[in-house]
């Protein structure tokens, strides 16, 4: 159970502070996880529009982790469905993968491969672990 806990305080004060980031930066943040773009596209306010907005989403997703985490006996379910949308995104990230190919840049390929785990590994084993705590509590 503590592994869990930890996990999942992990994967919350990492959205928050990612998330922080990209309200607060925009896209010129994403210049260091190895996007490949000029100065003046990373400027574009399309772009910034979006990772502003994204931000603040993945900023409230690791509040809504820390929110269920207060009480995770009861909140079992809740973290759970908010981890099957992390696990959905990183199915897109896949399927972005397969759209556009993988990043030239050794940063973007060591963002895509931590976030893939975190997405399609680690959040899975969170969410049977969460469904066993729910199961035996009758939820």
């Not at 990183?90 to 785990?117: C, D, H, K, M, N």
Request: glycine content about 12%; some cysteine; charged content about 10%.
């Amino acid at each position: 159970m503590q592994l869990l806990r930890y996990s999942l305080w992990f994967i919350a004060i990492l959205a928050c502070l990612t998330g922080a980031m990209d309200i607060l930066v925009g896209a010129t943040a994403q210049a260091n996880i190895g996007i490949a773009l000029s100065k003046d596209q990373l400027l574009d306010p399309v772009l910034n529009s979006q990772i502003h907005f994204l931000g603040a989403i993945w900023f409230g997703y690791g509040l809504l982790l820390i929110y269920g985490l207060q009480d995770l006996g009861q909140r079992a379910s809740l973290v759970a469905g908010a981890l099957g949308f992390l696990i959905l995104g990183g199915i897109g990230r896949l399927i972005a993968i397969a759209q556009s190919g993988v990043p030239e840049s050794t940063a973007g390929i060591g963002f895509i491969i931590f976030a893939l785990v975190v997405e399609l590994l680690l959040a899975p084993v969170q969410v049977i672990a969460l469904r066993r705590i729910s199961s035996s509590q009758g939820e």
